[in-house]
T-cell receptor, first 115, second 114 residues
């Protein structure tokens, strides 16, 4: 089954404790992206990757890191999480990017709480 | 600074009638627009898109209209069904070196009642 998977789905952590949210897709997509959804703010893009070893900042990259060492995986790293990073996070992928092809597949989301 | 704006946080429509969701943008460089639908506890799903070279795109019950001079687009759902109840996000893209950037609005919660 074609899908985007995220782990963990739920995470409660404390300020300053490094964490990684994994994202994996099995569709051989070149494009992957991370978003956060917050009440009243909608979806905001954090980072995106057009292909392996190519990453770029989105709307709100501060406090996050990403890497794209292989096509299927695009982990989101919070080196020193803070309470303002409490949010619902979505990973997404598509064959070539949101403008070149429409079908951007989203993962189920990761609910992160930073205390 | 929000470059894509959805000024109506919610919309309530009776089943069978038309739903019109609106979206405004400020960046004249946007040349591709998309609508996504999101149900609770799920990721967004793509609905329909439109290129700036067009003013209308239709897919079944869904039609998107683009008015470039007004920097405004709208999504029409006819007829509306209870299963359409979801949050709808408008998004915009710029070409060139930022091909992968996607700007979203804050969403509009659509409720379709029987």
């Amino acid at each position: 089954e074609a899908q985007v998977t995220q782990n963990p789905r739920y995470l409660i952590t404390v300020t300053g404790k490094k964490l990684t949210v994994t994202c994996s897709q099995n569709m051989n997509h070149e494009y992957m992206s991370w978003y956060r959804q917050d009440p009243g703010l909608g979806l905001r893009q954090i980072y995106y990757s057009m292909n392996v070893e190519v990453t770029d900042k989105g709307d709100v990259p501060e406090g996050y890191k990403v890497s794209r060492k292989e096509k299927r995986n695009f982990p989101l790293i919070l080196e020193s999480p803070s309470p303002n990073q409490t949010s619902l996070y979505f990973c997404a992928s598509s064959l070539r990017g949101p403008k070149l092809d429409n079908e951007q597949f989203f993962g189920p989301g990761t609910r992160l709480t930073v205390l | 600074d929000q470059q894509v704006k959805q000024n109506s946080p919610s919309l309530s429509v009776q089943e069978g009638r038309i739903s019109i969701l609106n979206c405004d943008y400020t960046n004249s460089m946007f040349d591709y627009f998309l609508w996504y639908k999101k149900y609770p506890a799920e990721g967004p799903t793509f609905l329909i898109s439109i290129s700036s070279i067009k003013d209308k795109n239709e897919d079944g019950r869904f039609t998107v209209f683009l008015n470039k001079s007004a920097k405004h687009l709208s999504l029409h759902i006819v007829p509306s069904q209870p299963g359409d109840s979801a949050v709808y996000f408008c998004a915009a893209s710029v070409g060139g070196s930022t091909l992968g950037r996607l700007y979203f609005g804050r969403g509009t919660q659509l409720t379709v009642w029987p």
